[in-house]
């Protein structure tokens, strides 16, 4: 009897502990929803107005554009990071530190949530995605500007 209970107490730990180890999706928010509680570890989906807000509140504030047609229309301000391009510069650690917020856009919704994933599994914690994106920004009323 003690051998059957050592046996399933075995058990129970090792589907236990396996259980612990898949994979996590990363947490989202949908916009509209209060993100003022902790968003560390999680991509929060923001709209253009909450986007304007952080603009005016958030001094740790980081815009980032990885549609790569940064020269042809851009939320003032935006960094200019190609999605293709944003691992190099994460490794690299040109422009974005860890530390500060991030708000991720692109001119299409796949891009900027691969984005905002490649932040999240490289150890940025606070990342807003602005769903819509560009359009939605320039369909606000938000400031844009285009490189000559």
């Avoid at 107005?49 to 990885?66: M, N, S, Y």
């Avoid at 708000?103 to 796949?110: A, C, F, G, L, R």
Wanted: hydrophobic share 40%.
């Amino acid at each position: 009897m003690r051998k059957i209970l050592v046996a399933v107490t075995l058990l129970a730990l090792v589907v236990g502990l396996a259980g612990c180890g898949a994979p996590k999706q990363p947490a989202t928010t949908s916009p509209g929803l209060d993100t003022s509680g902790d968003t560390n570890r999680t991509i929060v989906e923001i709209d253009a107005k909450k986007l304007e807000e952080l603009i005016q509140t958030d001094r740790d504030l980081v815009i980032i554009d990885v549609s790569g047609k940064w020269a042809e229309g851009h939320i003032v301000g935006a960094l200019d990071t190609p999605l293709d391009k944003l691992q190099e510069i994460i490794n690299g650690n040109f422009t974005l530190n860890a530390s500060k917020h991030f708000v991720v856009y692109s001119h299409d919704e796949e891009s900027s949530k691969k984005a905002a994933n490649i932040l999240l599994t490289s150890s940025f914690t606070v990342i807003n995605r602005l769903v819509g994106g560009y359009d939605a920004w320039v369909a606000n009323g938000g400031y844009t500007e285009k490189q000559p």
